[in-house]
């Protein structure tokens, strides 16, 4: 027996719509599916960074700190391997090479027992655009440098001397990493300094000082602080939009070139060359030649008045009284003109 049309329809419908159901859910359950996997996958990450720090300051706390004592007498080690590492290689005897190795040992010592200072700084300037770790990494440069140029005879801890060139390290690059072009080592202090001394200024009178106050504060010259401040200013794209998603011109397009004329400008320099050959015809031969050779009228580099008067065969001062006469013919001329 069949089945009725009105029938077949009905079951028809049911079957498509569970077949969409089914697909809409199996969507939604792969979308799940996907998003759990991206939010484990960050909580992995995370968790690895976070025993990877663990780790790490887990490793430098089991190093003993060091007393006053034993910083000096490492440092001790360090300068005298400093001393020996000029000498050429074939000149080192076996006593020289052991002091070498101790002062290898010696720095090494220093270093471990001193990064619990780095991630001391390190943690002060997070957030600022660089990880822990990396600025651990670039604190631990700067220990680095402070360990070769200790000398235990300043008379003070070597900490104090240390944190230093670890957050010099570290200020470098959080300034590096923030710009597209890098400054210079002296711009980027400076910088810093200015940043500083204006922070202070502003606690003290309430308000942003100006320029004036901000140089005299420095040290330097209002010129020398204006010429620093353009050296802070953010890089932009010339591909960036000007005025938004919606006009697609870019900064590129609208910046005019200083090297391109203008239609305008030539126009105008066209005229005054049409006016400058007219009054120039109603000079002599000579007078003409001396004005063209003077201000290089044909294309060429100006003369001097001693290179005219060889090539005319007359004294400087002869060049000089013909281009003075030259001139006032040619005032003469022009307040003429103006005044018609």
């Not at 005054?272 to 060429?300: A, P």
Request: contains cysteine.
């Amino acid at each position: 027996m069949g089945i009725p049309l009105e029938s077949a329809k009905e079951i028809s419908d049911v079957s498509s719509g569970k077949s969409n159901s089914a697909r809409t859910s199996q969507k939604l359950s792969t979308s799940n599916v996907s998003s759990q996997k991206s939010r484990s996958s960050r909580r992995q990450s995370n968790r690895l960074a976070t025993d990877a720090i663990g780790f790490y300051l887990t490793s430098i706390g089991r190093v003993p700190l060091l007393t006053p004592a034993e910083e000096i007498e490492l440092a001790h080690h360090v300068q005298q391997m400093k001393d020996l590492l000029n000498l050429p290689l074939e000149q080192r005897s076996t006593r020289q090479k052991h002091k070498i190795k101790m002062g290898k040992r010696a720095r090494d010592r220093m270093m471990a027992a001193n990064l619990r200072l780095v991630v001391s700084v390190a943690k002060k300037y997070q957030n600022q655009g660089l990880e822990l770790l990396d600025l651990v990494q670039e604190g631990a440069i700067g220990l680095e440098r402070a360990v070769d140029k200790f000398d235990p005879a300043m008379g003070y801890k070597f900490s104090t001397y240390a944190y230093w060139w670890i957050r010099q390290g570290m200020t470098r690059a959080i300034d590096n990493s923030a710009r597209t072009i890098r400054l210079p080592i002296h711009i980027s202090e400076k910088l810093s300094k200015m940043r500083r001394i204006s922070r202070e200024l502003s606690h003290r009178f309430g308000r942003q000082p100006n320029r004036l106050e901000l140089a005299n504060a420095m040290g330097i010259e209002p010129q020398d602080l204006e010429d620093l401040v353009s050296q802070s200013a953010p890089c932009a794209s010339l591909d960036a939009h000007a005025r938004g998603e919606e006009d697609r011109s870019t900064l590129g397009e609208l910046i005019p070139d200083p090297n391109s004329d203008e239609p305008m400008e030539g126009m105008d320099r066209s005229i005054q060359k049409e006016h400058l050959g007219g009054w120039l015809s109603q000079l002599n031969e000579r007078e003409q030649k001396i004005m063209r050779l003077r201000f290089g009228l044909d294309g060429e580099e100006p003369l001097t008045l001693a290179e005219i008067g060889r090539q005319i065969n007359v004294s400087r001062e002869r060049v000089r009284q013909l281009e003075a006469k030259a001139i006032l013919k040619l005032r003469v001329m022009t307040t003429h003109q103006n005044a018609a």
